[in-house]
C-alpha cells in the first residue's frame, strides 16, 4: 500500500520544512500556508482522522496538543497567540488522512485575528 505523504515527510522520503520533531511528532510548514505561520504537527503513527480515534490514543492527543503549545515557545509567536484546529473528514475539510493539528498565527506580535 502507498503510504500518506506525512508519513512519507516523517520518514524524510520526501522533503518536509521540519521545525520540530521528537520520538512521538514532527511539526512542519505547510506548504499552501493560510497565515504567515501555519504550521502542522503530525504524531509518527498513522492515524487517518480524529474519527479513528480510540480510547488508548487519548494521551497522545494530549501529547499533540502540548508539542503544539512547545512547538509555538520554541518559534517564538506563544505571546502573539495562535489557532489550533484539526479539519475531520472530506465534509470537514480534510484533505490528508493522517491525523494533522494546524498551528496558525499571524506571526510576531501580530494578532491572528487581524488576517
Ligand atoms: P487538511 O485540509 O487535510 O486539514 O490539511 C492538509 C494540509 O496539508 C493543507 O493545509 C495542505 O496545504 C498541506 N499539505 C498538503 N500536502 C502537503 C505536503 O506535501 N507538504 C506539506 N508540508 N504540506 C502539505
Ligand atoms: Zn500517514
Redesign the pocket.
Known amino acids: 500500500m502507498e503510504e500518506c ?2 508519513c ?2 516523517i520518514k524524510k522520503a ?1 522533503p ?2 521540519i521545525v520540530y520533531e521528537d520520538d512521538r511528532f514532527l511539526a ?7 497565515a504567515p505561520i ?1 504550521l ?1 504537527v503530525v504524531p509518527r503513527e498513522h492515524i487517518s482522522s480524529i474519527n479513528d480515534l480510540q480510547e488508548k490514543d487519548e494521551g497522545l492527543m494530549g501529547a499533540l496538543i502540548l508539542t503544539a503549545k512547545k512547538v509555538a515557545a520554541k518559534e517564538g509567536f506563544s505571546d502573539s497567540g495562535y489557532k489550533l ?3 475531520v473528514g472530506r465534509g ?6 493522517h491525523i ?1 493539528l ?1 498551528i496558525l498565527s499571524g506571526g510576531y506580535g501580530r494578532p491572528i485575528s487581524e488576517i
Request: negative net charge; charged residues 20%.
Open positions: 505523504i506525512f512519507q515527510i520526501v518536509g520544512d512542519f510548514k505547510d506548504i499552501h500556508p493560510k501555519h502542522l484546529l484539526f479539519n470537514g475539510g480534510q484533505l490528508i488522512d494533522h494546524h
